[in-house]
Nanobody, 115 residues
Framework: QVQLVESGGGLVQAGGSLRLSCVAS????????MGWYRQAPGKQRELVAT???????KYAESVKGRFTISTDNAKKTVSLQMNSLKPDDTGVYYC?????????WGQGTQVTVSS
């Protein structure tokens, strides 16, 4: 049973920073891709950033240059460093991990950016 547990959300002022972490219950070597998605109130869940097992990262246009995704295999963790936060970054952030035939989600962590 794969479990993903996020942490690091909170309330921050615009221009501030937060670092989200997601710890997996299994080795992250077993995943082809890991990433972060977010869902704002009344909106659909959207991709924020992903990274593949080969180290290729992809970002939503709205976060390029501000957010950085990284992994730590020893700690079984995928992290999202978020800088220069904007009110539009507010939402529930979900960790995601994918294999060829399966996909897993964390429970989400709330990020609120005040103006």
């Amino acid at each position: 049973q794969v479990q993903l547990v996020e942490s690091g959300g909170g309330l921050v002022q615009a221009g501030g920073s937060l670092r989200l972490s997601c710890v997996a219950s299994v080795s992250i070597f077993s995943f082809n891709v890991m990433g972060w998605y977010r869902q704002a109130p009344g909106k659909q869940r959207e991709l924020v950033a992903t990274t593949t097992s080969g180290g290729s990262a992809k970002y939503a246009e709205s976060v390029k240059g501000r957010f950085t995704i990284s992994t730590d295999n020893a700690k079984k963790t995928v992290s999202l460093q978020m800088n220069s936060l904007k009110p539009d970054d507010t939402g529930v952030y979900y960790c995601n991990a994918g294999r060829i035939r399966s996909e897993y989600w964390g429970q989400g962590t709330q990020v609120t950016v005040s103006s």
